[in-house]
């Protein structure tokens, strides 16, 4: 089993930063890929970044891309998510999930997911 823990979540106005976390425990060795996904209300859950444990690659959606960065601290097993530039549309849910497999937008592929941190952005 993997368990994950996100922490980081708030309110933040338009345009500032928050930065994300999600804490790997358990069997880690078996992880390949770790993602965010987010769910806004009444909206199904998206993908937004993933990046392989080793950290050596990294995989955005569009409409975070030169905004969101994701990141990995090996001695942590810990995976960040910084989101610069917030939008109001950046409102939902975020989620970490992990892998034995690849990259994949899909939220089916991933089998362990954390408990979910709120992000809110005002206008």
């Known amino acids: 089993q993997v368990q994950l823990v996100e922490s980081g979540g708030g309110l933040v106005q338009a345009g500032n930063s928050l930065k994300l976390s999600c804490a790997a425990s358990?069997?880690?060795?078996?992880?390949?890929?770790i993602s965010w996904f987010r769910q806004a209300p009444g909206k199904e859950r998206e993908f937004v970044a993933a990046?392989?444990?080793?950290?050596?690659?990294?995989y955005y959606a569009d409409s975070v891309k030169g905004r969101f960065t994701i990141s990995r601290d090996n001695a942590k097993n810990t995976v960040y998510l910084q989101m610069n530039s917030l939008e109001p549309e950046d409102t939902a849910v975020y989620y970490c999930?992990?892998?034995?497999?690849?990259?994949?937008?899909?939220?089916?592929?991933?089998?362990?997911w954390g408990q979910g941190a709120q992000v809110t952005v005002s206008s």
């Open positions: 999930a992990a892998s034995g497999g690849g990259v994949r937008t899909s939220s089916a592929r991933y089998d362990y």
């Open positions: 358990g069997r880690t060795f078996s992880i390949n890929t």
């Open positions: 990046i392989s444990w080793s950290g050596a690659s990294t």
